[in-house]
């Protein structure tokens, strides 16, 4: 049998260009598309069709990648028969919080298996960022007494970026865009063997409908950093080309917004605001939490105010009472 693409899974052939797993050369680790992504961050190459039939007949031990920033819709995904009897609950992407909220949030994610009747062997916060972590997942590996790991999970949960960051090499192709694994890839690691996923997905991933100068922007690959803007008059802030929030104000409030480090905003004067490119919005009134979902969180201080966010109609806007709870 051909050996796997690295990047993409799907089986390497060097006779069909058109076919997938194309490679011009024999013995290369990567098909051409995964190679023009990975070395020329080429994203036109990039598949963003959902594998046809996403394999979760897993082997070994399941190591189940749940995003640490959008918990709950992997809890909502989740078909309990992958877990099989035990399994690892891999928290990824923790380094998106301070230190001092980690414990808020892991406990409401304890909530959430309570909520769900899941039973982690073990639960090990994760980031690709922070390497120490990677020394606990280890441990719980060893600790199994198993030889074969599993990694599945939703589509971006950082399923990729954890093998990579356990066999200390960035072999796997990872990307902020939707379904870049397309078919299980097997890794050995020392005494292990790491097997990596697609990801599932009963909803759409709202990265499978934006451009990509959107998902470059908004996509958070580091630290979120707050930005605070303090609101004296009716103004309109903008996010990226993603989002603009509409600020109607009787007196002085202020909006911080948590968002991707190299994501950009800016506040202008509302009645400089010529058009409105998004058809879905919502509004709120006075001091909330709101979400747009995989773009930022904002927490908004003032009772007489009213917030109007419009945005893409594939993102998500709602009020939100567990994320900033700092
Ligand atoms: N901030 C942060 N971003 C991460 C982390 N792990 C993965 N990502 C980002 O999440 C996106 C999806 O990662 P990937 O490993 O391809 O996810 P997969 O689809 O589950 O395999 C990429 O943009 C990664 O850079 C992490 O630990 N911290
Ligand atoms: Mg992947």
Request: glycine share 4%; with cysteine; net charge negative.
């Amino acid at each position: 049998m051909n050996q796997p693409c690295k990047g993409c899974g799907h089986p390497l052939q060097n006779s069909d260009p058109k076919a997938l797993g194309y490679s011009p050369k024999v013995g290369s680790a990567y098909c051409q598309s995964c190679f023009r992504y990975k070395h020329y961050k080429d994203v036109s190459t990039i598949k963003k069709e959902m594998p046809k039939q996403p394999s979760y007949l897993t082997s070994g031990l399941v190591l189940w990648c749940v995003d640490s920033m959008y918990p709950e819709e992997s809890f909502k995904s989740i078909d309990k028969s992958w877990l099989q009897d035990d399994f690892v609950m891999i928290l990824t992407k923790f380094d998106v919080y301070p230190t001092h909220l980690w414990h808020a949030r892991l406990d409401q994610i304890k909530a959430l298996c309570v909520r769900y009747q899941l039973h982690p062997l073990y639960m090990v916060p994760f980031s690709k960022q922070l390497p120490w972590t990677k020394d606990h997942i280890l441990q719980a590996m060893k600790a199994s007494a198993r030889t074969t790991f599993s990694c599945i999970g939703r589509v971006n949960a950082g399923k990729s970026s954890l093998i990579n960051a356990l066999i200390n090499e960035s072999s796997l192709l990872t990307s902020p865009y939707a379904h870049t694994t397309q078919a299980p890839v097997t890794m050995p690691f020392d005494e292990f063997t790491l097997i990596d996923y697609p990801g599932f997905d009963d909803t759409p991933h709202p990265f499978d409908t934006l451009e990509h100068h959107i998902i470059e922007s908004v996509h958070v690959d580091g630290l979120i950093k707050p930005i605070t803007y303090n609101l004296k008059r009716d103004c309109v802030i903008q996010i990226e080309d993603v989002a603009l929030i509409e600020c109607h104000l009787q007196e002085a409030s202020s909006i911080t917004l948590y968002m991707s480090a190299q994501s950009k905003s800016f506040k202008r004067n509302l009645s400089l605001l010529e058009s409105n490119p998004y058809e879905h919005s919502k509004t709120f009134q006075g001091s909330c939490d709101i979400e747009i979902t995989h773009v930022c969180w904002m927490h908004v201080v003032g009772t007489t105010c009213e917030i109007s966010v419009h945005t893409h109609p594939n993102l998500t806007i709602k009020e939100t009472k567990d994320v900033l709870c700092w």
